[in-house]
Nanobody, 122 residues
Framework: QIQLVESGGGLVQAGGSLRLSCAAS????????MGWFRQAPGKEREFVAA???????TYANSMKGRFTLSRDNAKNTVYLQMNSLKPEDTAVYYC????????????????WGQGTQVTVSS
């Protein structure tokens, strides 16, 4: 099992930046597939970015060039650097993990954090 705790959310003006962190428990963090999703009020959970344990990274099209996903296995932490933020990026951002699957579908993740709110003002 793995436990996930997100942090780093907050209020930022359009064009600004935030870095979200997802701290994971457990001794085998390096072999977990990790993902970030977001959910705005009244909308379905949306894929943001995913990182396979082998190193492969994918981004949703609207995040390419603005968001960067990385991991530090020594710190059991995954980071989501978000630049050039837009009001439409406002949502609760969730970190997710799965030992076997991963990728862009939320159904592929068995473990979720509690989420961190990101609000981008215009």
């Amino acid at each position: 099992q793995i436990q996930l705790v997100e942090s780093g959310g907050g209020l930022v003006q359009a064009g600004g930046s935030l870095r979200l962190s997802c701290a994971a428990s457990g001794r085998t963090f390096s072999i977990w597939n990790m993902g970030w999703f977001r959910q705005a009020p009244g909308k379905e959970r949306e894929f943001v970015a995913a990182l396979l344990w082998s190193g492969g990274i994918t981004y949703a099209n609207s995040m390419k060039g603005r968001f960067t996903l990385s991991r530090d296995n020594a710190k059991n932490t995954v980071y989501l650097q978000m630049n050039s933020l837009k009001p439409e990026d406002t949502a609760v951002y969730y970190c997710a993990a799965d030992r076997d699957k991963g990728g862009s579908s939320p159904r592929n993740y068995a473990y979720w954090g509690q989420g961190t709110q990101v609000t981008v003002s215009s």
